[in-house]
């Protein structure tokens, strides 16, 4: 049974840092794409960034660029997500994401492309 399990979570104020983590169990990552969604109340969950399984490609929502940055251990199972200068509008649940590939390069920011979802970790920023 693949699990997905983040941390790091937490209350912070605007302009600090977060670092949340991801821990995959039943699964090797590396043979998965890996990626972080976030869901603010009422909204839509929404991309991120993602990283291939060789870390050659990543991408960024525009929202989050030049602020978080996406990095991964597959020889521990895991991949990390650290947010700096955080702002109020980063208040979410951040959910990491798994999807199993052949192909060491892929990455997708498309959520419905990922099999496997941990339950998420609520972040919050105040202001």
């Known amino acids: 049974q693949v699990q997905l399990k983040e941390s790091g979570g937490g209350l912070v104020q605007a302009g600090g840092s977060l670092r949340v983590s991801c821990i995959a169990s039943?699964?090797?990552?590396?043979?998965?794409?890996m990626g972080w969604f976030r869901q603010a109340p009422g909204r839509e969950r929404e991309f991120v960034a993602c990283?291939?399984?060789?870390?050659?490609?990543?991408y960024y929502a525009d929202s989050v660029k030049d602020r978080f940055s996406i990095s991964r251990d597959n020889a521990n199972n895991a991949v990390a997500l650290q947010m700096n200068n955080l702002k109020p509008d980063d208040t979410a649940v951040y959910y990491c994401a798994a999807h199993v590939t052949i192909n060491f390069s892929y990455a997708s920011k498309t959520p419905s492309n990922y099999e496997y979802w941990g339950q998420g970790t609520q972040v919050t920023v105040s202001s």
């Open positions: 990283i291939s399984i060789n870390s050659r490609t990543t």
């Open positions: 039943g699964l090797t990552i590396s043979r998965a794409a």
